[in-house]
Every structure is written in structure tokens, then in C-alpha cells.
């Protein structure tokens, strides 16, 4: 006896189509059209995931440098200090204390760019 797919591929095309509601077009309406936008959805979420990462260090290091103009340093310089001081703050901490704590952030530039004592 033969296994007919009635109840099991009707189940997968709701699924489908529930998760496509809101698609324009066809898109939200037919199998087919809305399993390919499901797919390419997927693709685009998993690149956005990336994209993510890489918008907000872009975003933390403009604020960084923004707030070094007043100290006249640029960004590079002053992560090398950061780097020789052993000062081990990542961009995303010095971003946060450059916008809500600019005193905090003005003894970091400050501790940074003391000579080295060797």
C-alpha cells in the first residue's frame, strides 16, 4: 500500500505560508512564490546578523574619534596609547563613556597619553 503526503504536505504549506504573512503580492498567498521569499528571507536575516556586528564597531568608533577632536587625537594614535598602557577597554565601553560619562572618558585620554616611566 502506497503513502499519500495529503496531511503532511498540507502541513508544511501552512507552515510556509504562516510564516509569509505580510509578503506582498503572491508572495503571502502562493506555495510556491512564498517557500523561494521564505528562503531568501532566511538568507538576508543571516547576513544581516553579520552586517550588525560590523555597523555597530563602526558606529562605536565615530563616536570615540568624535569625542577625541577635543583633545586633538585621532582614533589610531589614541588606541595605540590604549594598547601600551595595557588600558584593555573595547570600543563599545569607550563609546558608552564617551557619550554618557565624558569626564570618565577625559582621565582615560589623559592616563593613555602619560609618557611611558621605563
Known amino acids: 500500500m502506497r503513502v499519500k503526503t495529503g496531511t503532511t504536505r498540507r502541513a508544511r504549506h501552512k507552515k510556509t505560508l504562516k510564516s509569509t504573512k505580510g509578503y506582498r503580492l503572491t508572495k503571502s498567498k502562493l506555495y510556491k512564490a512564498a517557500h523561494e521569499a521564505q528562503l531568501h528571507a532566511g538568507q538576508y536575516a543571516f547576513v544581516g546578523r553579520k552586517q550588525k556586528k560590523r555597523n555597530f564597531k563602526t558606529l562605536w568608533i565615530s563616536r570615540i574619534n568624535a569625542a577625541l ?50
Open 69 to 118: 577632536t577635543e583633545h586633538n587625537l585621532s582614533y589610531s594614535s589614541f588606541m595605540n596609547q590604549l594598547k601600551k598602557t595595557n588600558i584593555g577597554l573595547n570600543r563599545k565601553i569607550l563609546a558608552n563613556l564617551a557619550v554618557n560619562n565624558p569626564d570618565v572618558f577625559n582621565k582615560i585620554v589623559k592616563e593613555a597619553n602619560k609618557p611611558a616611566s621605563n
